[in-house]
């Protein structure tokens, strides 16, 4: 397949740019644990061996006149030694929007989100992760869902902008009302707090089925229920009596995607405590009857239309970037996190082939530092682990604390390890993480409030 030199930025994708800075980037990470020590060596040929399957991750961000485009790079990436998780310089890094790293028995992948989604970058590591293990004992690992085969050529599908593809033709854009927030002491720009909560998957998967949900909804109303008890115990006055959740969702098996660049929504998954708190029960039924409203197919096509008219409408483009810019950046500083409480962003189970799993410990997904909310959720499940890491900005972690409690109150008993600020010493073996901005990005309709 012959690539362009150059294309558009998907829909998804065309406000991280003008949020990006020195400090504060969209950028998450994704781990796996291997079971012997990663060689940097093997892992950089994997790498180059790997970019043949993946045209979609070769290109750098460029700025026109009008708007951010992709361009193609000659140069090939290079792997290095993982370092703190933070915004990281494109052009020293080859101009490459990602970073592949390796530290111990671990390959890292820092992924900037204007080049792919959680869903595509999972490919892409996993991918990684098989050809260095072809490499390294010399076994060959079947493609599957999570795994492409280095030796196919690349499909003209995979690199389509999904959103042009499947928006419609009209849509609509849902009002939103401003979110509670955690309280609590910022830490430094240069901080993130992380905790790592390990559940037994097959646990998190029966209790669900058990209250007649699935695992991502009940884990969202136990994030609910904690929230809302930290909302309870802080009585700030004049606080927001809306505390949501935002829940991406992944486009591609519910429009037939097979695109490795951004394909996902959002829903706002919440409850309204004007007239008092919620017993868990009523949470959860929010939870499950919002999340089949706002998640239905023809829902998504509406919003994903609105906002694809909306970058496609010439008053719009004829602006010069450099004026869209400071516009864009300002309006998402003040309305993109001011919609949500927190974030909770699962990947779902991986389920790699028999010739990898032998090899493979552990996955984990970071998402990083927001700029406007205390925190974000990222949760990954793998084997006999579910595991979910939260990230935060903010010393306290009552919240964290207290969806802890309320698992093992309902019999679900987690790990759970702290990776703490390096001025701190640090407890039990930690996922380096390290400045970063992981801030819900308003979508274009925030260009109407103009």
């Known amino acids: ?143 599957g869902k999570w795994v492409l085969d280095p030796d196919e050529e690349p499909s003209e599908k995979e690199m389509e902008d999904s959103f042009d593809q499947f928006s419609g033709t009209k849509g ?41 949900c699935t695992v991502t909804e009940f884990i969202t109303a136990v994030m609910l229920q904690a929230l809302q008890e930290v909302r309870t115990k802080d009585n700030a006055l004049g606080a927001s009596p809306f505390i949501k959740v935002e829940v991406p969702v992944n486009l591609r098996p519910l429009f037939g995607s097979r695109t490795l660049r951004n394909f996902s929504s959002y829903v706002h998954l919440g409850v309204d405590v004007r007239n008092g708190d919620l017993p868990f029960s009523d949470i959860l039924e929010e939870v499950r009857l919002q999340k089949r409203l706002y998640a239905h197919p023809h829902r998504l096509t509406t919003r994903v239309a609105a906002n694809v008219a909306l970058e496609d409408n010439l008053a719009i483009r004829a602006i010069p970037l450099f004026i869209k810019k400071p516009v864009i950046n300002f309006i998402n500083s003040h309305k993109g996190d001011n919609y949500c409480t927190q974030t909770f962003s699962n990947l779902g189970n991986i389920i790699l082939p028999e010739a990898m799993q032998k090899h493979v410990r552990d996955i984990d997904f970071i998402l990083g530092r927001p700029k406007k909310r205390s925190g974000s959720c990222a949760g990954v499940s793998y084997g006999n682990n579910f595991n979910i890491n939260f990230s935060r900005k903010i010393v306290e972690h009552g919240f964290e604390d207290a969806f802890i409690r309320i698992l093992d109150e309902m019999g679900i008993r987690a790990r759970v390890r702290h990776s703490v600020p390096s001025r701190r010493k640090k407890t039990e073996d930690t996922i380096p993480v390290a400045p970063m901005q992981w801030a819900r990005v308003a979508t274009l309709r925030t260009l109407l409030l103009i």
């Open 1 to 143: 397949m012959k690539t362009p030199a150059w294309t558009r930025l998907d829909n998804a994708s065309i406000i991280y740019p003008s949020c990006r800075s020195r400090k504060y980037a969209t950028i998450f990470r994704l781990t796996v644990t291997l079971d012997e020590t990663v060689s940097a060596g093997l892992l950089d040929r994997a790498l180059q061996n790997t970019m043949k399957r993946f045209p979609s991750f070769r290109y750098s961000l460029d700025k026109g006149f009008f708007w951010w485009f992709l361009r193609r790079l000659e140069n090939d990436p290079t792997a290095t030694h993982t370092g703190p998780m933070r915004p990281f310089s494109f052009r020293r890094n080859g101009g490459y929007m990602f970073k592949a790293s390796c530290e111990d028995n671990r390959i890292c992948l820092d992924v900037f989100h204007a080049l792919t989604d959680g869903t595509g970058a999972m490919t892409f590591l996993m991918s990684l992760t098989a050809e260095y293990i072809r490499l390294r004992y010399g076994i060959d690992v079947p493609a």
């Open 172 to 212: 609509s854009l849902d009002k939103e009302s401003n979110a509670w927030h955690v309280p609590g002491r910022e830490e430094l720009p240069n901080v993130l707090n992380d905790i790592r909560v390990s559940l037994p998957v097959q646990e998190v998967r029966a209790k669900a089925a058990e209250l007649g």
